[in-house]
């Protein structure tokens, strides 16, 4: 077995389902986090029947795995005449799972805005909707960003589950080399080293996004 030989002959497969992971993965970040945004201040609601319905939406999509999501919109929607294809069934699925998870993280953010500037807001006559657009959400947002980059690792690894749909991701595509070559522990080998090196810069920029934001947590405090 020559490892460096498959490897050449591979890499531009993986390196188009590479592509097709990271499609999935910013897709499901453009759709998800704005709804996680918004499920974030359903759940800071003072009105208690949109607060009620907002937390039974996000501990449903907390609690339902995200390849159950993914199975129920490429193989349960069909039922209803509607027919999705696999890359947007990925996409939806896991923007659905990033909004649950990530309006728990962004909720954190908007709590950690110091009150005293809430009231210094309030002080200057500034409407709640006002209050949220120009001193609550930015800041709450900043606060959030090293834990949303971190999420958006996870989002990219779990786009691999998008195999299981047909979806010719990196995953999908190294099980399709080795089913047609069995040569599994190669490709998937050169697969696993294309996941990280993805992964592992982003968790670097990650740590290092979070070192500056505690710099500046540090100084405010």
Do not use: C
């Amino acid at each position: 077995m020559n490892f460096i030989s498959d490897w050449g002959d591979n890499f531009p497969t993986l390196f188009e389902g590479l592509l097709v992971s990271l499609k999935v993965t910013f897709g499901a970040l453009a759709i998800g986090l704005p709804l996680g945004l918004l499920l974030a201040l359903g759940n800071s609601s003072r009105n208690w029947v949109l607060r009620a319905l907002t937390i039974g939406i996000v501990e449903l999509g907390r609690g339902m795995p995200a390849l159950v999501v993914l199975q129920i919109f490429y193989f349960g929607m069909p039922g209803f005449g509607v027919t999705i294809s696999s890359l947007i069934s990925a996409i939806v699925a896991l923007s659905l799972t990033t909004a649950a998870y990530t309006s728990e993280i962004i909720r954190g953010g908007l709590q950690a805005v110091p009150s005293g500037e809430v009231e210094a807001a309030d002080a200057l006559g500034m409407n709640r909707f006002d209050t949220l657009r120009y001193v609550v959400i930015p800041q709450g947002l900043r606060i959030a960003i090293p834990p949303l980059m971190g999420f958006g690792v996870l989002v990219f690894q779990m786009s691999s589950l998008a195999y299981t749909i047909a979806l010719p991701e990196l995953l999908g595509q190294a099980y399709s080399i080795g089913s047609s070559t069995f040569r599994y522990l190669s490709v998937l080998t050169l697969a696993g080293l294309m996941y990280a090196a993805v992964t592992i810069p982003a968790s670097l920029l990650t740590d290092r996004a979070q070192a500056r934001m505690s710099r500046h947590l540090n100084r405010a405090a």
